[in-house]
T-cell receptor
Framework: KQEVTQIPAALSVPEGENLVLNCSFTDSAIYNLQWFRQDPGKGLTSLLLIQSSQREQTSGRLNASLDKSSGRSTLYIAASQPGDSATYLCALLDSNYQLIWGAGTKLIIKP | GAGVSQSPSNKVTEKGKDVELRCDPISGHTALYWYRQSLGQGLEFLIYFQGNSAPDKSGLPSDRFSAERTGGSVSTLTIQRTQQEDSAVYLC???????????FGPGTRLLVL
């Protein structure tokens, strides 16, 4: 059974720092991997999607990597801003098109 | 439409009542997904539609839960004889095809008293 783990569960850093959020998974047979952000009381926003055959994706200050062999993905946020404060969720799409979710990392960027 | 919409945004019901939650996917999206996020817990997959068909219903928590999709568009999630443990945020997502980026609606917050 696929298990997705996100470390750390919470992170607080000063504005301007670069940071890395981690996601690990137990089964490398994935269709793709998505990173989402969830703001309090709001829905989910897709940030990046990495297909199984890809190694990384970039969007603005965000870069996500995927290493299936080691069961790891990272989300790199450059030059963090207070508006980046949210919960970041990693989710894997399995062969049944089910998204298997991590518990999330709650990120706080201090002004 | 511009995005995925869900209704109602909030629903308070009494234990034992039936509730129906609605999802309008992005126009043209063939795949539609339902998830549940319980307080203090992670997201849980419920069911997925490709067109009007649901290939896998194993994620539904019990036989009190059912879902349908008509016309390859709107979907409804019905919970019969609601229980307090059904209280959660129910999220709907759609994608242009299975495996493509899923876009989420704002969710329906269900509270069962």
């Amino acid at each position: 059974k696929q298990e997705v783990t996100q470390i750390p569960a919470a992170l607080s850093v000063p504005e301007g720092e670069n940071l890395v959020l981690n996601c690990s998974f137990t089964d490398s047979a994935i269709y793709n991997l998505q990173w989402f952000r969830q703001d309090p009381g709001k829905g989910l926003t897709s940030l990046l999607l990495i297909q199984s055959s890809q190694r990384e994706q970039t969007s603005g200050r965000l870069n996500a990597s995927l290493d299936k062999s080691s069961g790891r993905s990272t989300l790199y946020i450059a030059a963090s801003q207070p508006g980046d404060s949210a919960t970041y969720l990693c989710a894997l799409l399995d062969s049944n098109y089910q998204l298997i979710w991590g518990a999330g990392t709650k990120l706080i960027i201090k002004p | 439409g511009a995005g995925v919409s869900q209704s109602p945004s909030n629903k308070v019901t009494e234990k034992g009542k039936d509730v129906e939650l609605r999802c309008d996917p992005i126009s043209g999206h063939t795949a539609l997904y339902w998830y549940r996020q319980s307080l203090g817990q992670g997201l849980e997959f419920l069911i997925y539609f490709q067109g009007n068909s649901a290939p896998d219903k194993s994620g539904l928590p019990s036989d009190r839960f059912s879902a349908e999709r008509t016309g390859g568009s709107v979907s409804t999630l019905t919970i019969q004889r609601t229980q307090q443990e059904d209280s959660a945020v129910y999220l709907c997502a759609s994608s242009s095809a299975p495996g493509e980026t899923q876009y989420f609606g704002p969710g329906t917050r269900l509270l069962v008293l």
